[in-house]
RNA sequence: UGCCCGAUGGUGUAACUGGCAACACGUCUGGUUUUGGUCCAGAAGAGUCUAGGUUCGAGCCCUAGUCGGGCAACCA
């Protein structure tokens, strides 16, 4: 137990109060439960953290257990790729799990049921069942097996088992309240007949049971303590525990389930299903392109595993629903690549710029720090020339006082290298720049140690030269989808919200030749332009960077640029709420103010006032009088209506008297003021 | 219409379990800087969904309401 002092998240609350009222700590035992039939991705890493964090702040295992009890949409490469997720993210389980090496023990519980007089065979088609359950508000009504003999439940469940019947033609259920006001309580299915191969058991079971069924037994058959899901398993919470009273043994730990609240990222969806959409409409690439929110495509887009962790961590757990801005976890994957990658330099919109005054022909090796934040990292060499590129956007014929960048006339320093001015700009036919010549300095060489390499300069430019550069591809992306949240439109499909513009390839982009060594995993910064990583696109021949995320940009802030996504969401504060209600908002607490707040209260109530009527305050003439906030309110609300021409009548004349005799001086003051 | 959750700055969380709301992101200033990055200093922004109640005192407790979410797959 470390970080003692740390505030708990509740489910580590719940563990911790378990503790303290005699659970001994080494029945702890957490787990980790993925249906193998897609990737893992944001979402799910909140739960690997939770889960795997519980087991490290309480010394606890954790299981890794595959919930396999649907072989139709179940895949070995789910499993294989979940595996390596987990173990990327810096997880280590404790045993790996299957629910399937539990079919046997489940089967046999399932005929105890049975003999029990606790679960049934019915043969009803899906529809009729479904007809029989009832709705959320009317109890369902029984099905015509529900009572059949013991006997002829047992035979039918070994016919089901031994593949005699054809799939979907036979449950097993539970018999429990069809009349619950929860459904899942309604005879709940724990069998049903599925003709397909298992990726683990392949054709030896023609029956397979339902989540419910085999989720509570395998937490128990781990012995794992606490059990830990989203809320929308909130209500099988019920059934769980039902099922666990069936077979439980008082000499062995009965796990618990609790949920919290799943977590939503803005700009993009986190489910499965449409995930999977995403991929099989070919909108993205795959599970792993860098655009989607999977574990695999943030890995590949370039995100650490340290940065989904301490995302997680600052994202916390709780069990209201949330959309977590982008924002918070590109501040994560910054502060941590901001630390380890390597500073290089590469242009990605290239012009061409010419030093007229450094000879031609020549050529030097500069010297390049790795890290500025990391005194440890080292340098390296960069070739310099008399031509070179720069980024196109890093220069303006003329520009305003703002802009500290090249322009004509005008000195700024190239990183690691000279103090160059400005001279003039060659152009085609049709305007556009073609060549920039500019003289430099040829004293200002960067680490020279002299006067004029010391000199302040407004801007510094990254740059590569054109003889030694390296090509590559480059690939930005932005966010998938132009909505927030775009799964949230009980109107509109989620796909309508695609992004068109997510994907930004840069063909031929100019790199300083260090970057022809470049490994995948390896982590740069392009000096003023972001963070990028090799994509496994990558070979030797051809060079594929992805852009994980720029650099916070302070300048582009500035530019007008309608076109940048409109990150600030559009809800303000107040909107739609009525003058009143915000007067009586800002009231509550009036009479704990003081000094500055309490002027600006009064003048906000002032303000507002102007646009309420007397059917608005009437009513609040009876506040309580403890309420003393509220009351003073409408009594400076009144003052305004009076001096607006409202009549007196005698409940305002009452209210007024009321408030003269309080006990509390604001009040009084108020109330002697229009008296 | 029944049952079950939830509601704290723009966003995500906190508040030592009842003592007048804190942290992070984001936003805005200013400083440092050979990255308009980093770093440093500072600011603005909520009075805790509403109304009652209990209490000396409520974001935390009680009651009623409002709003949001979940629940009727041979999915998990």
């Not at 249906?35 to 953290?49: D, V």
């Amino acid at each position: 137990m470390t970080e003692a002092s740390e505030s708990l998240n509740f489910i580590e609350q719940i563990v911790a109060d378990d503790l303290k009222a005699g659970l001994s700590s080494d029945k702890l035992r957490f787990r980790f439960p993925p249906e193998p039939n897609g990737y893992l991705h944001i979402g799910h890493a909140a739960s690997i953290c939770l889960n795997f964090g519980l087991g490290k702040r309480f010394n606890a295992p954790v299981n890794l257990r595959f919930d396999d009890t649907n072989p139709t949409k179940e895949e070995q490469e789910y499993v294989d790729a979940i595996k390596n997720d987990i173990a990327w993210l810096g997880f280590k389980w404790a045993t790996e799990c299957y629910s399937s090496d539990y079919f046997q023990q489940l089967y046999d519980w399932a005929v105890e049921l049975i003999k029990k007089g606790k679960a049934y065979v019915d043969g009803q088609s899906a529809e009729a069942m479904a007809e029989q359950k009832g709705t959320p508000t009317t109890p369902g009504t029984a099905s015509p097996h529900r009572n059949q003999s013991v006997e002829e439940n047992l035979e039918l469940f070994e016919k089901m088992k031994n593949g005699e019947f054809e799939a979907g033609t036979y449950v097993l259920r539970a018999k429990i309240d069809m009349s619950s006001p929860n459904m899942l309580m309604r005879d709940p299915l724990l069998y049903r007949i599925v003709n397909k191969a298992h990726h683990r058991t392949g054709t030896e079971w023609c029956v397979y049971p339902m989540y419910d069924w085999a989720h509570g037994q395998s937490d128990y058959l781990e012995q794992v303590s606490h059990s830990i899901c989203t809320l929308e398993f909130k209500s099988h919470r019920e059934l769980y525990d039902w099922f666990l009273d069936q077979i439980y043994d008082d000499k062995k730990h009965r796990p618990k389930q609790r949920e919290f609240a799943r977590r939503n990222l803005s700009y993009t969806v986190m489910s499965k299903r449409k995930l999977l959409e995403l991929v099989q409409s070919k909108t993205v690439a795959g599970w792993d392109d860098p655009r989607m929110p999977t574990i695999s495509g943030l890995r590949r887009r370039g995100y650490t595993p340290e940065s989904i962790r301490k995302f997680s961590e600052v994202s916390g757990i709780t069990k209201r629903d949330s959309v977590t801005d982008v924002s918070l976890l590109e501040f994560c994957i910054r502060e941590d690549l901001n630390k380890t990658a390597t500073r290089v330099m590469g242009v990605l919109d290239p012009v061409k710029l010419v030093i007229t005054n450094y000879p031609e022909g020549k050529e030097e090796m500069l010297t390049a720090e790795n890290n500025p934040e990391d005194p440890n990292s080292g340098t390296h060499e960069v070739p310099f020339s008399r031509e070179l590129y720069i980024e196109r956007e890093d220069f303006k014929e003329d520009a305003g006082n703002k802009f500290f960048r090249l322009t004509i006339g005008q000195e700024v320093r190239l990183k690691n290298a000279y103090i160059i001015k400005g001279e003039s700009v060659v152009k085609d036919s049709e305007g556009n720049i073609t060549e920039i010549h500019c003289t430099c300095d040829l004293d200002s060489r960067s680490g020279s140690g002299t006067d004029a390499s010391a000199r302040k300069v407004k801007g510094t430019l990254h740059w590569v030269s054109i003889k030694h550069a390296i090509k590559a591809e480059i690939r930005e992306y932005d966010r998938l989808f132009l909505d927030e949240a775009p799964d949230s439109h009980q109107d509109k499909n989620f796909m309508e919200f695609v992004n068109p513009d997510s994907l930004n390839i840069i063909k031929e982009a100019y790199l300083e030749p260090f970057l022809k060594e470049a490994q995948m995993d390896d982590k740069f910064q392009f000096q003023r332009l972001g963070y990028f990583t090799l994509d496994k696109d990558s070979n030797s021949e051809h060079l594929v960077f992805n852009k994980t995320v720029g650099l916070r940009d302070s300048w582009a802030k500035q530019k007008p640029k309608a076109a940048q996504p409109n990150n600030q969401p559009v809800a303000q504060q107040g909107q739609g709420r009525k003058p009143i209600d915000e007067i009586k908002k800002i009231s509550k607490k009036y009479a704990n103010l003081s000094g500055d707040k309490l002027d600006k209260a009064r003048a906000s109530i002032m303000n507002l006032a102007e646009s309420v009527t007397y059917e608005d305050i009437e009513p609040l003439f009876n506040t309580s009088a403890k309420k003393v906030g509220t009351r003073i309110g409408v009594m400076l609300t009144l003052g305004v209506l009076l001096k607006k021409g409202l009549v007196r009548n005698s409940e305002i004349d009452a209210f007024i008297e009321a408030g003269l005799s309080d006990s509390n001086e604001l009040l009084v003051a108020e109330a002697e003021a229009i008296k």
